[in-house]
């Protein structure tokens, strides 16, 4: 119940207190990369429960000759990356915190397609509400294998706590203001997670 009501003022005040800046972004987005400025997608939250989640666009809608998505790192532009960089592009999930589908600091919620590839041990990442940001993000974000990620996540779950919540909130500052461990080995973002190794 703590966590829900710090989730929800936190993300109430951040919202109100940073609308212009996210305007600002919006404009610039739209300037950029043109329309849609927000990007949307429906992602597992807890207990695997579907959500629509809501962020900054970031990348160019470029497509190859049989209308595919070419790979991000020919979508993605500097200013996209920017957007990473400085996690400017996660402002809309505030919503998402304030509506209850998020919370502030939890496991990332990633694809709907990975649910089934999850060993029994890495689905308990589900067991609590995703996050803006997590343990998992401010001890190598996606430089780190999706094992250890994983690892990372459930092991907050076993641990999470108010105090914790706001050592990870710190760190994450931290962390963004030295843009570390933005992206994998060779990859602009992240490595598709393909299944267990367990």
Known sequence: MIK????????LAALMTLLPVIAVV???IHRKLGSPVLFRQIRPGKNGKPFLMV???TMRDAVDAQGNPLPDSERMTP???FLRSSSLDELPGLWNVLKGEMSLVGPRPLLMEYLPLYSKEQYR???VRPGVTGWAQVNGRNAISWEDKFKLDVWYVDHCSFWLDLKILFLTIKKVLVRDGISGEGEVTMSRFTGSND
């Not at 829900?4 to 993300?11: N, P």
Request: without cysteine; positive net charge.
């Open 125 to 127: 990442r589900h067991d």
């Open 4 to 11: 829900r009501i710090f989730d929800f003022l936190v993300s």
């Open 55 to 57: 962020k900054f666009r």
């Open 26 to 28: 919006a404009l610039l």
């Open 79 to 81: 200013f996209g990356q």
